[in-house]
């Protein structure tokens, strides 16, 4: 349904337990234990909050954890005007009965009762809930058939028996119901002194309460023992793309000649780029640029001018090993950039040429390369011709990593 739509329902989050099974921790009790940044709880609680905004909530928790809470209240994503706190009892069916009695007094008919430790309750398990309690059910639960071979262990250890899993089915929350009748329910059972219920739910069949099934959701897990809690914080914490970005700069001198070579194009000209190698400045600028993104160093040291072997060298051999480091140390090259500064030759006529040699050389998509040029305005050395810089920037992505 539609928040405008939304049935009068309040929320009540179990939070008083100890969570002896997930063991000790400086956080305290699991609910408050962090996932993806921030308590259990507070997960838990923005389900709610995000889907019915002005429902009442009330939070049940143990009288030691009333600064958890108040921490964790913090970091729920969205308002928190709306929520109460109660201190539970020492069971689950105490805690419950606590909240149910602190809702009482709220103006609504229905009321939806949640773990605290299950952070996964999604909108659409949410709305099967809530539709079914439009329908006219007084009790509902969310549950997933089970899939798994069952089997009963005799007292000697060994298998007595295999169950036939037809028909059964592991219980989830939220279990919702219609308020008065779970209110109702819950103070015979604890007039009554019955008090081995495990789940809401249970409550209300004991009562004789029809309890309509709706379909549950797969990862709408409880967090019961640590491990739990590292596989939620691994599913909340998605790993995020390694992005790097490096940058280059070169700089040539000028001198009389037939032409300069850029980007790997040979272009007539009345001088030439003076260096070891065919001094072609975009190249090297880009090789450093690729380089950075892996913190490989330089292109001096991996070709060093005093070498002979360089002498005339083609720079795309420099471009080439460059790409495969930073292929070998897992990178993806995703963008290359050059800003080419000069008075002369003219670079326009030559940057899509440009353009398909670095894609060539790279091994990439024409449309992630980007060539540019602009002159000095006739200022400095490279406004009175005596040389050309270029500026580099490259994109690598290197895997994934978590935030």
């Known amino acids: 349904m539609s928040a405008q739509n939304r049935i009068n329902c309040g929320v009540i989050i179990v939070a008083a337990g100890r969570g002896e099974r997930a063991g000790s921790h400086p956080d305290g009790p699991k609910q408050y234990r962090r996932i993806a940044g921030r308590p259990v709880i507070s997960h838990t ?4 909050v995000k889907w019915a905004p002005d429902a009442p909530i009330v939070v049940v928790i143990h009288a030691d954890d009333r600064d958890l809470l108040a921490a964790a209240l913090l970091q729920v994503n969205g308002s928190s005007g709306n929520i109460r706190v109660v201190t539970g009892g020492a069971s689950r069916q105490q805690s419950v009965l606590a909240g149910l009695e602190a809702m ?5 008919e229905h009321v939806l009762i949640q773990d605290a430790v299950r952070p996964f309750a999604d ?4 709305d099967r809930v809530e539709a079914a309690l439009a329908a006219g059910a007084r009790a509902v639960l969310p549950a997933v058939a089970v899939a798994d071979t069952l089997k009963r262990a005799g007292i000697d250890g060994d298998v007595a028996e295999t169950v036939p899993r037809a028909g059964l089915f592991a219980a989830q929350t939220p279990q919702a119901f219609h308020f008065q009748t779970i209110l109702d329910a819950h ?3 604890a007039a009554g002194g019955q008090s081995d219920f495990t789940d809401d739910a249970a409550i209300a069949e004991w009562a004789g309460v029809p309890v309509r099934l709706v379909e549950g959701a797969v990862g ?7 491990k739990d809690i590292i596989m939620a914080d691994e599913r909340l914490s998605a790993p995020l793309p390694d992005v790097r970005t490096g940058n280059g ?4 001198q000028l001198e009389p000649g037939d032409g300069v070579t850029l980007c790997g194009i040979f272009i007539p000209h009345d001088q030439r780029l003076k260096g070891h190698s065919d001094a072609d400045v975009a190249l090297h600028a880009l090789t450093d640029a690729l380089l950075a993104t892996c913190g490989a160093g330089d292109i001096g040291d991996h070709f060093p001018p005093s070498d002979p072997q360089w002498k005339g060298a083609p720079s795309r051999i420099f471009l080439e090993h460059a790409a495969g480091i930073v292929r070998q140390n897992g990178g993806t090259i995703m963008n290359a950039d050059v800003s080419l500064i000069a008075e002369a030759p003219k670079i ?4 899509e040429a440009m353009r398909m040699k670095l894609s060539e050389i790279l091994a990439i998509s024409l449309d992630r390369c980007s060539v540019k040029a602009t002159t000095n305005e006739k200022i400095g050395f ?12 490259a994109t690598v992505v290197y895997g994934k990593r978590k935030p």
């Open 45 to 48: 609680l923005d389900a709610f």
């Open 104 to 108: 009482a007094g709220a103006d609504i």
């Open 123 to 126: 909108p659409a398990l949410l």
């Open 187 to 189: 103070r015979q059972a």
């Open 220 to 226: 709408n897990v409880k967090l019961t023992l640590q």
């Open 249 to 252: 700069y070169d700089v040539h």
């Open 348 to 351: 326009g006529p030559h940057r």
């Open 382 to 393: 490279i406004g009175r011709r005596e040389g050309i810089a270029a500026i580099a920037t």
